[in-house]
């Protein structure tokens, strides 16, 4: 059983910068695979980025790629999500997840991932 807690959101202009955080708890973090969600008012949870479980391997929602870098460090069973040049539209909460299955590559789809942390707010003002 995987725990994860998100931290680091808050309130930025548009053109700002982020870092979230995704600190796990339990089972084996090196072995998941792991990905960034978002759900903004009134819309469906979406996908944002996913990493591999070595970290070799990244992939990004067209809306963030070239703003958003996605990272680990297994060392300290850690996930980051960067995010430079925020935008208005990139106001939601932020979600961290992680596939059960070992050794996994990334994905995006949400039905792929079975932890869930509860998620932290990122609000962007124009």
């Known amino acids: 059983q995987v725990q994860l807690v998100e931290s680091g959101g808050g309130l930025v202009q548009a053109g700002g910068s982020l870092r979230l955080s995704c600190a796990a708890h339990?089972?084996?973090?090196?072995?998941?695979?792991m990905g960034w969600f978002r759900q903004a008012p009134g819309k469906e949870r979406e996908f944002v980025a996913a990493i591999s479980w070595s970290g070799g391997r990244t992939y990004y929602a067209d809306s963030v790629k070239g703003r958003f870098t996605i990272s680990r460090d297994n060392g300290k069973t850690a996930m980051y999500l960067q995010m430079n040049t925020l935008k208005p539209e990139d106001t939601a909460v932020y979600y961290c997840a992680a596939r059960r299955s070992y050794y996994s590559d990334y994905a995006s789809p949400r039905y792929e991932y079975d932890y869930w942390g509860q998620g932290t707010q990122v609000t962007v003002s124009s």
């Open positions: 339990g089972g084996t973090f090196s072995t998941h695979a």
